[in-house]
């Protein structure tokens, strides 16, 4: 359902490095059931925060929100497209605030026009309602 709040909900950050951190430390206060996050390495800071490290598919079905704080490299590069929609779950969020070549576009649109996320959010983008 699109309009769920964070609060009690599954919150995922892909990448968390210091943009990751600083976006999960802001979600606190926001009081969500739990926050997990997938990097390349577990993030020591994260236990402090009392986020759980989990692998990239659960990270995928589990969210309700999914945050992309991740860096553009190659190996990021179109890294979340149909099939990565695909594995979300139907009224999850899909938040990118990474660069975005992380993203393809038509597969974000495509994945929306569907119905297989429920919303975007992305940073310097037009926001369409489908």
């Known amino acids: 359902m699109v309009g769920q709040g964070i609060s009690g909900s ?4 892909f990448g968390l490095g210091r943009i990751g951190m ?8 926001f009081n969500p059931k739990q ?3 997938h990097n390349r390495n577990v993030n020591n ?5 009392n986020l ?10 589990e969210a309700d929100f999914l945050i992309c704080t991740c860096a553009s490299t190659d190996e990021t590069a179109n890294k979340f497209n149909l ?3 695909k594995k979300m ?13 992380v993203v393809n576009q038509n597969d974000l649109c495509l994945a929306l026009k569907t119905g297989l996320i429920a919303a975007a959010g992305i ?3 037009i926001i369409i309602n489908f």
Do not use: C, P, W
């Open 10 to 13: 599954t919150v995922g950050i």
């Open 22 to 29: 600083a976006v999960a430390k802001r979600l606190q206060s």
């Open 35 to 37: 926050i997990i996050y």
């Open 45 to 49: 800071e994260a236990e402090k925060l």
């Open 52 to 61: 759980k490290y989990v692998d990239f598919d659960t990270l995928l079905s």
């Open 83 to 85: 099939n990565l929609f």
């Open 89 to 101: 779950k139907k009224n999850s969020l899909f938040i990118n605030v990474s660069r975005g070549n």
């Open 123 to 125: 940073i310097n983008y």
